[in-house]
């Protein structure tokens, strides 16, 4: 059995950057605040607890005060940063700069779109991180659309600026975007400059793994996609490897392997999430590899 970990997987830039800046200042100071998860991957949060992260959630935040906080890559809201400042809190800030970018163009967009009664519309996962720091420089008066039934939410009378949290699929991205066109084309008539304008803010690095994951779900018999269940990267690349190789399994480590889906497999296949660091995907190779073994012998 050949067992193959896939070499474009594993950790973006963004989430790297913030371990390493969590594990660099625990080294000095011992116990660092994390707000929220720092990966959405169970096994990493508590490999990084044993090291001294301790997550806390924002209504926390607000009732500490003279310590050091770590932002994490998805970044954060204005009102964050205003609460550190009352509080006397260091934010250690690993916001990923793809992330900051993004919240700038929002900010602008918003602040352009007030004299146009427009809207700022986010293709995102409603409460995600990330689409919280989005949403909070509109004053939280952007429309997140996941769905066709969340369009309903949306008035096509009006200017639409479309943009998508950076870890969402391509696909689905422009599924919403042609679906919006239709509705302003309906609702006016035509579709006219002005009308609506949308922008593809998702993250080429997360983006260019959808074709890579295609081709390599095709070059083994079965497929293992690692990844924490809250990531919603994992779940869409995954759906990814399923609608191309049907002998796909969502499993968050080894220990969630079913033997039998390796039956008669040459070629096995261990890929996983931007979130998925790759010390855990090697854990699941070292498993296949000797379950692989005990069927030989």
């Known amino acids: 059995m050949n067992v193959t970990i896939d070499k474009n997987s594993g950790y973006c830039f963004g989430v790297e950057f913030a371990i390493q800046m969590a594990e660099d200042e625990m080294e000095e100071s011992g116990t660092l605040y994390c ?7 169970d096994m990493e949060v508590k490999r990084l607890h044993a090291k001294g992260l301790r997550v806390i959630d924002r ?3 607000s009732d500490i005060r003279d310590c050091k906080v770590l932002i994490r890559a ?6 964050t940063y205003q609460v550190a400042l009352k509080n006397n809190i260091e934010l250690i800030d690993a916001s990923c700069p793809v992330v900051l970018k993004l919240q700038n163009r929002v900010k602008n967009a918003f602040d352009k779109s007030q004299d146009a009664k427009g809207q700022i519309v986010i293709y995102g996962k409603p409460g995600h991180a990330e689409v919280i720091g989005l949403s909070g420089q509109t004053l939280d008066q952007a429309i997140i659309v996941m769905t066709e039934e969340d369009l309903d939410k949306i008035d ?6 479309l943009f998508s949290q950076t870890t969402k699929s391509t696909k689905g991205f422009y ?7 239709e ?3 309906k609702e006016k008539g035509e579709l006219n400059d002005g009308d609506f304008q949308a922008n593809d803010s998702i993250c080429r690095q997360v983006s260019n793994r959808e074709p890579q994951l295609v081709n390599f779900s095709n070059e083994n018999d079965v497929i293992l996609f690692v990844s924490g269940k809250k990531s919603s990267n994992g779940k869409a690349l995954y759906g990814v490897c399923k609608s191309e190789n049907p002998n796909s399994y969502f499993i968050e480590s080894e220990g969630e392997i079913d033997p039998s889906w390796l039956d008669g497999a040459k070629n096995v296949g261990i890929c996983g999430a931007t979130s998925t660091p790759m010390w855990l995907m090697e854990q699941v190779a070292n498993h296949v590899k000797e379950l692989g073994q005990q069927v030989a012998v």
């Open 35 to 41: 707000l929220g998860d720092i990966v959405h991957n």
């Open 175 to 181: 599924h919403i975007r042609q679906l919006i066109e």
């Open 59 to 61: 209504d926390q935040l």
């Open 183 to 185: 509705r302003i084309a």
């Open 74 to 79: 998805h970044g954060e809201p204005p009102e």
């Open 156 to 161: 096509f009378s009006k200017p639409v600026t």
